[in-house]
């Protein structure tokens, strides 16, 4: 895989080196113009949309820098300012692996950098890509809600859209910026940039460090990861760009301990609940923690053609190495499960930009190589024995892949200006490739690197599979209607795509004798995956002026083949996930944000949310789950997001109240969370030009300022029952300082 890659990258710069010649040559006929996107203006923190046929919100520089909370470190903390995002997060600093995002009430949310998927949030059991680049590295972090164009996401699943990162390109001017924050908890954060401005021979680049600790605010653990990031912006000729950019960070962290529901009606008590610091216990703290070592490196080309053509090249790849482990019992004693994770993943994406009989006429195509997990593939068990592990001489599921995950999609938009009227229409085809993975017998196994075990065992051949090709088109449809200068109104149609219920094989290593006796394999399970298809119409308007800007939008979404567990009739009722849930939500959402003079702009979102079942779920021949009419788990009818800011001379004062109306912790809506208010605060003083400082920038922020107690996330599938969701408490009051010098 390495080898094919290397080729990979080897041919796309054997590209660009002839194209240098070609480009030269050219250069005389036409030269590349600044690309310019229509349809956006700034208003405050938001980006106003006005053209744009889909819903689709961006939270700008400063949006980030006041919303992205004091780690500065998730985007989906930024964007949790959106209409139907319900962000959540087990501490007040967004660092722990114990969070959680739906829009919409969907969880499969794709996650981007540059419109570009790397390790695949989602998918990935890992910390995935919410550690590869600080946020003081963003320009802005957009959020797509329903359909997704074609050329948008090119990430795996999508149900409930997508949020993408684009980063903080080199500066023309040379300079340098270094911030420390410090706060609660022993938080504690430094940042460093080194931007080179524009050389002689049309290069700029940027160098990044951070170095981010934390305790766990409930006892014993703590966070820390350092991150390394860089940007190159070469300038090859009029015609000619390439970027490249890349990070690499080692975040580790404990893990915060859940509640029980019993547990989470009397937070007096069990507010602060934590693992222990009893080395023989499974609920020991360094017993539930996770280490890992992600990097990344991907590369924006774009070359004109002649005419108005142009061509954009995004080669990537991304690694990521590490384990988790989790305080279980082990044949009846206390245990430790260690989940080896090693994912390798690399891709392109090749798009060409041109007009074509008056219309903007887009073709690409998107290709991904991911290696396993998910699912699982390899978990080793130890005991626990005089406050030290022991090894068992077995895991609770080996097994090797043999090849990778792959994706491979065309996509093609076209989009024209009738008069006031644009329409756009594009389609996404998806030919998925489920990995191939030969299980191994697991006992009698040595204690041995992973790589070395397989030479200690033999290969379960029922229980291995060889993968399976999943086949979708995605269509999208759009219209926007200019009613006035001002006032827009449009209407989006298109289908996303969900993941597949990839974890039934893990139901054979858990169930052999039950398929060995009836005489089936593991790819019995195999051949029944099958992704989840949401259909999703929205009808909507935005309504921008120098001082307002207004969007609303009512939605509808049908959601096909849902993955529920359910018993199977052909293995004696065993339970395991499979996609033939169904389900639909409908709602409105709302954004107002509102320039009152110079120096004062306040926001408000809100949206309701109706996400149910449409008929019950057969759980067993004579079991049915009440499901049909019941809101979905963890998602939330109402909520709000109101804020303003302030500013008096070099002071800029900011609140923000932020409310998530009541949830359920089970499908069948007897396990009520109780709805919370939080209120934030942040306090800054920016002085420009001060000695040798292009600016300094002092503030004092507060989280949760009247320490509510609160859940926050829960931890839940769609089809939860009673008794089966993990609760875990929102952080307290929360107070940082945080200081930045420019150079």
């Known amino acids: 895989m390495k080898l094919r890659f290397a080729v990979y990258m080897t041919a796309l710069l054997v590209c660009c080196v002839a194209l240098q010649g070609w480009c030269e040559e ?78 919409r009430g969907q969880s499969r949310v794709g996650s981007t950098i540059e419109g570009v ?117 070469q300038k090859v000729s009029s015609n000619v760009k390439v970027e490249l950019f890349g990070t690499y960070g080692n975040p580790e962290s404990n893990a915060y301990r859940s509640l029980a529901y019993a547990q989470s009606r009397d937070l007096s008590a069990y507010n602060r609940y934590s693992y222990s610091d009893n080395a023989n216990s499974s609920d020991y703290h360094d017993y539930n923690k996770s280490s890992f070592i992600n990097s990344a490196f991907f590369s924006n080309i774009e070359i004109k053609t002649p005419g108005d053509g142009r061509v954009t090249l995004k080669p990537y790849y991304a690694r990521e190495r590490g384990r988790t482990l989790t305080g279980i019992t082990v044949s009846g004693r206390p245990g430790v499960r260690e989940w080896v994770i090693r994912h390798d993943m690399f891709g392109l994406v090749a798009q060409y930009d041109t007009k074509l009989l008056g219309a903007d006429f887009t073709l690409g195509y998107w290709y991904c190589n991911q290696e396993p997990p998910g699912p699982p593939t390899a978990q080793k068990l130890f005991v626990i024995n005089n406050n030290s592990l022991r090894y068992t001489g077995r895991w609770a599921i080996l097994s090797d892949p043999t090849e990778n995950h792959e994706w491979h999609s065309p996509y093609i938009s076209l989009g024209k200006q009738f008069g006031s009227l644009h329409v756009k229409g594009g389609l996404r085809y ?25 030479g200690y065992t033999t290969v379960d051949p029922s229980g291995s599979v060889r993968g399976e090709i999943i086949r979708k088109a995605l269509p999208n449809f759009g219209v926007n209607y200019a009613v006035t200068k001002q006032l827009n109104t449009y209407f989006n149609y298109g289908k996303n795509i969900g993941r597949p219920a990839f974890d039934t094989w893990y139901t054979y290593a858990n169930n052999r004798a039950a398929f060995t006796s009836r005489g089936l394999t593991a790819q019995y399970l195999w051949r029944k ?10 009808l ?63 926001f408000a979102v809100g949206s309701y949310n109706k996400y149910e079942f449409t008929k019950d779920i057969r759980v067993a021949a004579n079991s049915v789950t009440k499901a049909k009419g019941n809101q979905v788990p963890d998602v939330p009818v109402y909520e709000a997001r109101v804020g303003a800011t302030y500013r008096f001379h070099d002071f800029a004062f900011t609140s923000a109240l932020r409310y998530t109306g009541k949830r359920y912790g089970d499908v069948e809506n007897n396990e009520r969370v109780s709805a919370y208010t939080v209120v934030d605060a942040d306090i800054r003083y920016t002085k420009e030009n001060v000695w040798s400082f292009k600016s300094i920038t002092a503030g004092l922020a507060f989280y949760n300022l009247f320490n509510t107690r609160y859940i926050s996330v829960i931890n839940v599938s769609d089809d939860t029952r009673q008794g089966g969701a993990s609760y875990y408490t929102g952080a307290p009051l929360t107070v940082v300082g945080r200081l930045e010098f420019k150079f």
């Open 529 to 538: 995956i099958k992704p989840e298809i949401s259909d999703h119409f929205d």
């Open 540 to 602: 909507g308007a935005r309504y921008n002026t120098d001082l307002w800007s207004v969007g609303g939008v009512v939605f509808y979404v049908v959601s096909n083949d849902k993955s529920v567990s359910v018993a199977d009739p052909n293995l004696g009722g065993i339970r395991y996930s499979q996609n033939v849930g169904e389900a639909m939500s409908y709602g409105a959402e709302l954004e107002i944000s509102r320039s009152i003079g110079k120096n004062f702009n306040v």
């Open 26 to 103: 050219a250069q005389e006929k036409f030269t590349m113009e600044e690309v310019v996107v229509e349809g956006k203006q700034e208003r405050g923190i938001f980006e106003a949309k006005t053209t744009q046929s889909d819903t689709e919100s961006t939270v700008n520089r400063e949006g980030i820098k006041l919303y992205g909370g004091a780690g500065q470190i998730s985007p989906f903390k930024a964007v949790e300012i959106l209409p139907s995002v319900n962000y959540q997060s087990a501490d007040g600093y967004g660092l722990t692996n114990n969070q959680s995002i739906r829009v």
């Open 430 to 454: 998806v030919y998925e490739k489920a990995p191939s993975i030969d299980l191994y017998n697991s006992t009698n196994v040595p204690d041995v690197s992973l790589e070395d075990t397989f």
């Open 117 to 233: 998927s790397l390790l695949n949030y989602g998918l990935t059991p890992g910390v995935s890509d919410q550690w590869l680049f600080d946020m003081e590295n963003l320009s802005s972090v957009s959020l797509y809600r329903g359909a997704v164009g074609p050329e948008k996401s090119f990430a795996p699943y999508n149900t409930g859209g997508t949020v993408d990162r684009i980063l903080l390109r080199p500066a023309d001017k040379a300079g340098f910026t270094v911030s420390e924050a410090h706060g609660s908890y022993n938080f504690n954060k430094l940042f460093t940039r080194l931007d080179s401005g524009l050389l002689p021979s049309g290069t700029k680049l940027f160098f990044s460090f951070s170095k981010t600790g934390a305790d766990n605010w409930k006892g014993s653990g703590d966070f820390k990861s350092d991150i390394f990031s860089f940007g190159i912006s």
